[in-house]
């Protein structure tokens, strides 16, 4: 079994990708890092907790990671995050509080002490910014070689980003810190807008946990509806929501939900294209190409699995 660990800005696809980490069997969830992005990381944080609670996991531990992006002066919540997630990140759903706190121990910590401790067993997935991760492998940088493998939602190679034609959220939040990890010898995936754009959600869909009458089923279908409704004025194109996190969720666990290309990626970091995600020219000549970049996803069976796991776990 894969030890797992999430780094989420807790909005609204981080809480259904911490659903789909519960519902899989494959892996044990051993901790989630909170990130910020669709939230201050304090509210994440404390997103993280409620959401275990109501799930049945109040055991899981919730780290503190860093509070803003290293190259940024002061972070606000973008206007557009508070759009698509609401201003509490879960789509003004009020959960009831964990009576809990999160560890003591830093994110960027915990995720040095698991990389040696669980070693290729270990699988991270990201899905905000990179913030933490880079700051561990600063720390630690022997990190990059031991954990089995990096999974992170983030970036776009063949459609346009979602904050500027360039950039994707997660990444444009810190592009320095996700050019050090693209750059780093992590065994990574991206698992960026160009897949996870194509995997959508609809009301039909969360009208089944609805159906369920429990409280999982019904918080989620709430949430879940916001942002389907935020979608309909983002992107009335889609028809649907993009289940973004939960898919790199999917995809660590079965890689084969996914095509992907074998390249070597950087992130610029300065000028107009800063926070684009692209192959790097310097190193494209190089023997080992270490970012598997996703272009491609079995979407019906990606979707239909993501039903499966998630209605049986709002069941019980
Ligand atoms: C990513 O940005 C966040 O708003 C979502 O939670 C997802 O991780 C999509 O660009
Ligand atoms: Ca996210």
């Known amino acids: ?18 659903a789909y980490a ?37 055991d899981i531990p919730v780290f503190t990671g860093l509070p803003h992006a290293s ?17 509490n990140g ?9 009576d809990r706190k999160p560890e003591a121990m830093s994110g960027v910590d915990f995720f040095i002490e698991a990389a040696h401790k669980y070693g290729k067993d270990l699988v991270i997935v990201p899905t905000g910014p990179l913030t933490n991760l ?21 970036g776009a190679l063949t459609v346009p980003g979602n904050v500027n034609p360039v950039t994707e959220a997660n990444i444009d939040q810190d592009p320095e810190a996700a050019d050090k990890v693209f750059r780093s010898e992590f065994p990574l995936t ?19 946990w609805r159906d369920l009458k429990t409280l999982a089923g ?11 409704d935020a979608y309909k004025v983002t992107s009335p194109y889609l028809g649907g929501c993009a289940l973004h996190d939960p898919l790199a969720v999917a ?28 192959g790097d020219e310097t190193r494209i000549n190089e023997p080992a190409l270490l970012t598997k970049a996703a272009v491609n996803v079995d979407k019906t069976r990606f979707v239909d699995l993501f039903m499966e796991r998630l209605t049986t776990l709002f069941s019980k």
């Open 1 to 18: 079994k894969y030890k797992m660990i999430l780094d989420l800005d807790t909005g609204i696809d981080d809480a259904l990708a911490i």
């Open 22 to 58: 519960l519902a899989s069997e494959e892996c044990d969830l051993i901790g989630i890092v909170g990130s910020y992005g669709n939230i201050l990381v304090e509210d994440g944080v404390q997103n993280s907790l409620d959401l275990l609670e109501l799930l049945g996991h109040p």
């Open 71 to 87: 190259t940024k002066d002061s972070f606000e919540v973008m206007p557009i995050s508070a759009q698509i997630h609401g201003k």
């Open 90 to 98: 879960i789509g003004e759903v009020k959960l009831k509080k964990a």
């Open 134 to 154: 880079a700051a561990a492998l600063e720390k630690d940088p022997e990190i990059a070689k031991l954990v089995g493998k990096v999974t992170l939602m983030g």
């Open 190 to 208: 991206m698992i960026g807008l160009d897949v996870t754009t194509r995997t959508l959600l609809t009301t039909k869909e969360t009208q089944k």
């Open 218 to 228: 019904e918080k989620y279908a709430d949430l879940t509806d916001y942002y389907i």
């Open 251 to 278: 995809a660590a666990i079965d890689p084969s939900l996914v095509t992907t290309l074998d390249l070597n990626m950087k992130v610029d970091t300065e000028g107009p294209y800063a926070g684009r995600t692209i």
